[in-house]
């Protein structure tokens, strides 16, 4: 069935209360005023007291409270990233309250710190289960704390979407290579691209743009760092490129001379590291210091200022990849960075915040379909996850990041990767809209 899409979040009119859907909502009329007897008025807020619900006003509708969860590094060697997840989160709330999005529906938002450790996001996973106001949940962060989560809020019927996962396996399943596509968690989506497609893009950017021959590829042992390298390995050999050493490091570690000095032996033209920051910035430092100038490169993991910092100066030249567009020269991103700068946060929102604001915006966009398909009226709990979860899928609007909508594997259907290269101390889109058939 084919359907306009609804406007932007920051495209709603202002004199009208949107639905999740993006037309306007009848005002209510507001009731002539009585005369002395104020009896019947006084009756009527008790009872609406009574009921649970919020009273702003005697002519006001009531309000039923719903809860969005969110799992991130809040706390932390990744809680920069988690940190602009939550805060972009909170500003999708707060525009949707404003607006009353959801007619009769406020939302609030229960953050919760993984630190990204994945037994600590099925812990969550299991907390936000265990209330039954959350109707969805945005995050996890990390591929491995997604994995921990999915099955958890699957057999819940409660709906994820994560602005920043990028593992296949999450929605094609661990065996996608061998045995086709098989979807694992069907209450799971994202708003961002996969590692086949931002791994890809770079290895084609590598050989047809860099015209490197020759890559070394490592990895840590965690699912987001080894499935982006084996991604970026078998595109680079299928482009003609030569993979002269395939390796892994241990998470956390800092020590990279033994591996440098086998790295520099090699003489690649390219290192690609697939991993996260905290790692990846000091294994650049230690190659360039040892002579090996030549570009480190990677996933979404390692555009962050924190690489930068970790890298140092002679970070100029790497290259990272984003599991989607660069938003900076959107027109549609441009209310939601303002705001987010207007807010005063410490950190910035980072590659994921503005896919945070989306993916938070499909939940309360699927929470409005949920009550119009349904009709109901305030319930909490597994009917009405079951209903959000079963929206999710016809949610479309154009967002943030442009257009929001998801295909039969959770995928979003946007599969667009960008890439970003530091000049002068930070990271400048050099591919802004990236995809396969481009490179």
């Given at each position: 069935m084919t359907r306009s899409p609804s406007p932007a979040p920051d495209a709603t009119p202002s004199d009208a209360t949107p639905t999740a859907g993006g037309a306007a909502a009848p005002t209510p009329s507001r009731p002539a005023r009585r005369g002395p007897g104020r009896a019947p008025y006084l009756g009527m807020a008790c009872v609406l007291l009574l009921s649970g619900c919020s009273l702003l006003a005697a002519?006001?509708?009531?309000?039923?409270t719903f809860t969005i969860g969110l799992d991130a590094p809040l706390t932390g060697k990744l809680s920069d990233l988690g940190l602009g997840i939550k805060f972009s989160a909170e500003l999708a709330i707060a525009k949707a309250n404003a607006k009353k999005t959801v007619p009769g529906v406020r939302f609030v938002l229960d953050a919760k710190d993984d630190q990204a450790d994945e037994k600590l996001a099925r812990s969550n996973?299991?907390?936000?289960?265990?209330?039954?106001n959350v109707v969805g949940v945005v995050g996890p962060l990390t591929s491995s704390g997604a994995l921990a989560m999915a099955p958890v809020l699957a057999r819940a019927n409660l709906a994820e979407i994560s602005p920043s996962n990028t593992a296949p396996g999450l929605t094609w399943g661990e065996d996608y290579r061998t045995k086709g596509k098989v979807r694992p968690f069907p209450t799971y989506f994202r708003t961002?691209?996969?590692d086949a497609v931002q791994g890809p893009l770079l290895a084609r950017y590598a050989r047809s743009q860099l015209k490197a021959e020759r890559a070394v590829v490592v990895s840590d042992t965690k699912a987001y760092g080894s499935n982006l390298a084996a991604?970026?390995?078998?595109a680079f050999e299928e482009?003609?490129?030569?993979?002269?050493?395939r390796t892994t490091i241990e998470p956390a570690t800092t020590d990279f001379s033994?591996?440098?000095?086998?790295?520099?032996?090699l003489h690649p033209d390219i290192v690609y590291y697939g991993g996260e920051h905290p790692e990846g910035g000091p294994l650049s430092a230690q190659l360039k210091a040892a002579g090996v100038k030549v570009p480190v490169a990677g996933g979404d993991g390692l555009h962050t200022d924190g690489y930068i910092k970790a890298a140092g100066p002679s970070s100029d030249g790497d290259l990272a990849s984003n599991p989607g567009i660069s938003v900076e020269g959107l027109a549609s991103a441009f209310t939601f960075l303002d705001e987010y700068q207007k807010a005063g946060h410490a950190e910035t929102p980072g590659p994921f915040g503005p896919y945070a604001y989306d993916s938070t915006w499909a939940l309360i966009e699927a929470v409005g379909r949920a009550r119009q398909g349904k009709k109901t009226a305030s319930g909490s709990g597994a009917e009405l996850r079951k209903s959000v979860a079963e929206a999710v899928p016809d949610v479309d609007f154009f967002g943030v990041t442009g257009d929001v909508s998801f295909d039969e594997f959770g995928d979003t259907r946007n599969q667009v990767a960008s890439i970003?290269?530091?000049q002068k101390g930070s990271w400048t889109a050099i591919v802004p809209i990236g995809r396969l058939r481009d490179l």
């Amino acid at each position: 069935m084919t359907r306009s899409p609804s406007p932007a979040p920051d495209a709603t009119p202002s004199d009208a209360t949107p639905t999740a859907g993006g037309a306007a909502a009848p005002t209510p009329s507001r009731p002539a005023r009585r005369g002395p007897g104020r009896a019947p008025y006084l009756g009527m807020a008790c009872v609406l007291l009574l009921s649970g619900c919020s009273l702003l006003a005697a002519d006001a509708e009531p309000v039923t409270t719903f809860t969005i969860g969110l799992d991130a590094p809040l706390t932390g060697k990744l809680s920069d990233l988690g940190l602009g997840i939550k805060f972009s989160a909170e500003l999708a709330i707060a525009k949707a309250n404003a607006k009353k999005t959801v007619p009769g529906v406020r939302f609030v938002l229960d953050a919760k710190d993984d630190q990204a450790d994945e037994k600590l996001a099925r812990s969550n996973g299991e907390a936000f289960v265990a209330d039954p106001n959350v109707v969805g949940v945005v995050g996890p962060l990390t591929s491995s704390g997604a994995l921990a989560m999915a099955p958890v809020l699957a057999r819940a019927n409660l709906a994820e979407i994560s602005p920043s996962n990028t593992a296949p396996g999450l929605t094609w399943g661990e065996d996608y290579r061998t045995k086709g596509k098989v979807r694992p968690f069907p209450t799971y989506f994202r708003t961002v691209t996969t590692d086949a497609v931002q791994g890809p893009l770079l290895a084609r950017y590598a050989r047809s743009q860099l015209k490197a021959e020759r890559a070394v590829v490592v990895s840590d042992t965690k699912a987001y760092g080894s499935n982006l390298a084996a991604e970026f390995a078998t595109a680079f050999e299928e482009a003609g490129g030569k993979v002269q050493l395939r390796t892994t490091i241990e998470p956390a570690t800092t020590d990279f001379s033994k591996l440098v000095r086998q790295i520099a032996g090699l003489h690649p033209d390219i290192v690609y590291y697939g991993g996260e920051h905290p790692e990846g910035g000091p294994l650049s430092a230690q190659l360039k210091a040892a002579g090996v100038k030549v570009p480190v490169a990677g996933g979404d993991g390692l555009h962050t200022d924190g690489y930068i910092k970790a890298a140092g100066p002679s970070s100029d030249g790497d290259l990272a990849s984003n599991p989607g567009i660069s938003v900076e020269g959107l027109a549609s991103a441009f209310t939601f960075l303002d705001e987010y700068q207007k807010a005063g946060h410490a950190e910035t929102p980072g590659p994921f915040g503005p896919y945070a604001y989306d993916s938070t915006w499909a939940l309360i966009e699927a929470v409005g379909r949920a009550r119009q398909g349904k009709k109901t009226a305030s319930g909490s709990g597994a009917e009405l996850r079951k209903s959000v979860a079963e929206a999710v899928p016809d949610v479309d609007f154009f967002g943030v990041t442009g257009d929001v909508s998801f295909d039969e594997f959770g995928d979003t259907r946007n599969q667009v990767a960008s890439i970003y290269q530091v000049q002068k101390g930070s990271w400048t889109a050099i591919v802004p809209i990236g995809r396969l058939r481009d490179l």
